[in-house]
């Protein structure tokens, strides 16, 4: 029997209506570097100065402008005069997890400054590599003495999605976050955690707070600031959606140097059983879903990841195990499904399974040929867990 939390009834909330940004004045961060050569044609200097820009700001991790001593004392001056500052979002709390993992509450400056999550996991997100692929080699750079790091990142403040096992749904949606604030957050972690882009190995989930496909125009931003002026892999990167059939069809148009790998958020057998813990399935069923991914092109050897988060007797008996491995044998495409105990928060009425429970799961559906994994929990004393975001100061 389906329990669903009292004060977020399960009502799907407009989903497509205009939802805005953080538009402000004159932050440098965010900008590419033709943007970049764009703002410095002004003061009339040459476009390779907006290289200069680039490295200081996203490889060298600098925040003030004044401190970009590659540009001219003079420039430097006029860009400051001019009302530019570098703007970038900036970590202002950070909570230590018994695991080593953290969850970095980051201040997005502007009009409509915000407060997000992200989190940094060192070991990576679990036993495979954080990144939706399964690479268990170990055969990464060392990170302060350890293998891998992943990131995972916000793409708005709140959600509307409303998924009823979330605690980032009891938010609402407050507002998009800008391409820079996206991106922002990546840096500003990559910062605090001295990691050099090219060195150390580190994998990105958009898997924080927000539905990126619902976001959609920033978030392939932001992945393009990485891509191009940070210098991450788009193939260490994976984006999860809970099923924007829409947002689906145009990530299927990205060209593969650009494109994040795919995470579809399942969390349940049948359409029954998703449409009540995942309002949304009610616009866009489990067979639109899969339609709309069917159509991605993929990279060799890349896989669907399907997310599964096990619900204590309603999303994690063994019929459903049967259902779930039917399911994905039915599409035909290359996947994996990735297990993930849900992960408790205040006010729900939820439970979490035992082990035993997801192991026998795991067990169904590795028998009918799936590589499936469960991912163990990481920072769920810090509120860092899947599902767990929620801007909690006091955790
Ligand atoms: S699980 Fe993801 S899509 Fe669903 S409400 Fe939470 S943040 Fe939004």
Redesign the pocket.
Known sequence: MLRVVPENSGQLVPLDRVVPGNEGPASLFGLDAAALAGVLAEEGEPSWRADQIVEAIYRQYITEISSITTLSLDLRRKLAARGWRIGRPEITKAFQSADGTERDLIHCPGPKAETVEAVWMPDGDDGEAGDGSNDESGAGLEIKGRRRATICVSS?V??????Q?????KLGLQRNLTAGEIAGQVVAVLDRHAVRVGRDRVNLVF?????PFLNYDNFMAAVRLLVHEVGLSPQRMTV???GIVPGLERFAEEPPDLRPKLAI?L?APNDEIRAEI?P?NRKWPISSVIDAVRRVPLRPRERITFEY?LLGGVTDRPEHAREVARLVRRTGLPAKVNLIAWNPGPDFHYSTPKPETAEQFQKALTAEGIPTYIRQPRGRDIFAA??Q?KRTVEA
């Not at 096992?165 to 749904?169: E, H, K, N, S, Y």
């Not at 898997?207 to 539905?211: A, H, I, Q, R, T």
Request: charged share 5%; with cysteine; glycine share 14%.
């Open positions: 708005q709140g959600c509307a999605v409303n998924c096992f979330c605690l980032t749904a898997m924080g707070m927000g539905e999860s959606t809970s958020s969390n995942m949304i988060v899947c599902g975001l």
